[in-house]
């Protein structure tokens, strides 16, 4: 399984992001474990959505075309997960971890 950093990010963006916010918690995590946020957010918007089960994957694949929430959930090194959200009106993506949701 390819590292955090290591996941290749394809050529063109699949949507608007909007506003990028992101949580205290989720501040906390990357900080902790010394990762940028941007690596997470082009990977969201690019489509890598990270480690979804093939329903969350369909559902996203259909929020692109239906103008839906859209989800990616990356596993960090300690095990804990990030969640990236862009909302379905695609005005704010937020970073979170999962409690904080």
């Known amino acids: 399984m390819p590292s955090v950093t290591e ?3 394809p050529a063109s963006p699949l949507f608007d992001l909007g506003e990028i916010c992101c949580t205290p918690g989720a501040l906390a995590l990357l900080k902790q474990h010394n ?8 990977r969201h918007l690019h489509g890598d959505w990270g480690d979804l089960d093939a329903e969350d994957v369909a559902a996203n694949r259909q929020a692109l075309i239906h103008h839906a929430r859209l989800l990616s959930a990356y596993p960090l090194p300690n095990g804990e ?5 862009t909302e379905a009106d695609r005005r704010v993506t937020t970073l979170l971890r999962p409690d904080e949701y």
């Not at 990762?35 to 082009?42: G, K, N, S, V």
């Not at 997960?81 to 959200?85: D, F, G, K, P, Q």
Request: charged share 10%; aromatic share 12%; no cysteine.
């Open 7 to 9: 996941s290749p990010i």
């Open 35 to 42: 990762l940028h946020p941007i690596r997470f957010i082009a």
């Open 81 to 85: 997960r990030l969640w990236v959200i």
